[in-house]
């Protein structure tokens, strides 16, 4: 969890309820990492919460502060026009550190090295329904890489120029697009233009080897070439969406249908009726993300079913 001292009593309650719905039959180690240093309060409250071991990591500057090579000149102009255009954290600067270091940057951290998968948790989100079986040996045995649960639209002012840098890495480098990629999830046109589609990142289970790998680290490091974190507002859900979209075969992702969860204002209700009975699920179908218009779960499943 990348949490700030200030979210702490959100935090305990996520973390709460992850342990209640399943990490107390199984104690997998927790994680928080933060730019400035946890306060004794915050280790305190969390250490009484947890089932297994946890423990708290301070981020390195360089991979969370705008670099020095970003022209500040334009990143302000950037911001203000967001604002003026009343953009979701449109002025934050800090905001656009925290999806870089998502993007890129977490799992390089020292402390995050010895791992191979991880659960990506909020403060203030919930988990809806008991999870009894384990989604990191399921994911494992399954060979995936990337594990979701709700799939929205992103707010294109964000990422103007996104899809012009991801066309111009694939140009460059075609020997990193998997056979039976995701394009078509990600694009109406067969590659032309991107549809907003993603994965949303604040619930992510994913297997840090392949953002470490050659083809992903070559793609971030040219997004940040072109100080779009900075410039625009790329968001680390459009980012991992379409690196793990185009650089992974489609079926090394998953939907976890099973998985209850809740990040305001959007939710995942599982869709079946006896898995909600049996998971002793809290959240009602009907608020479910999946069944709006602006949800991509549709796209996603065709795609699947397309050979
Ligand atoms: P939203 O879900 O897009 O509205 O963004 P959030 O405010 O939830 O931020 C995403 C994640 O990054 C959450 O886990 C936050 O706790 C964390 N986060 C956001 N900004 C900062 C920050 O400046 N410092 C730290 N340490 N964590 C942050
Ligand atoms: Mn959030």
Known sequence: MLVRNSELENAVASVKELEERFNKHYGYSWLFLNEVPFTDEFKGNMSSVVSGSLSFGLIPPEHWYQ?????EEKATASRNQMVAENVIYGGSVSYRNMCRFNSGFFYHHPLVQKYKWYWRVEPGVHFTCNIESDPFVYMEDNNKIYGWTISPHEWPKTVTTLWDAVKEFVDQNPQYVAANNSMNYLSADGGNTYNMCHFWSNFEIANMEFWRGEAYSKFFDHLESKGGFYYERWGDAPVHSIGAGLFAPKDQIHFFDNIGYQHDPLQH??????????MKCSCKPFRSYDYR???CLRKWERVMKTP
């Open 67 to 71: 670099p020095e090579w970003i022209d």
């Open 269 to 278: 209700c599982p869709r079946n009726a006896a898995v909600r009975r049996a």
């Open 293 to 295: 218009g602006e949800s």
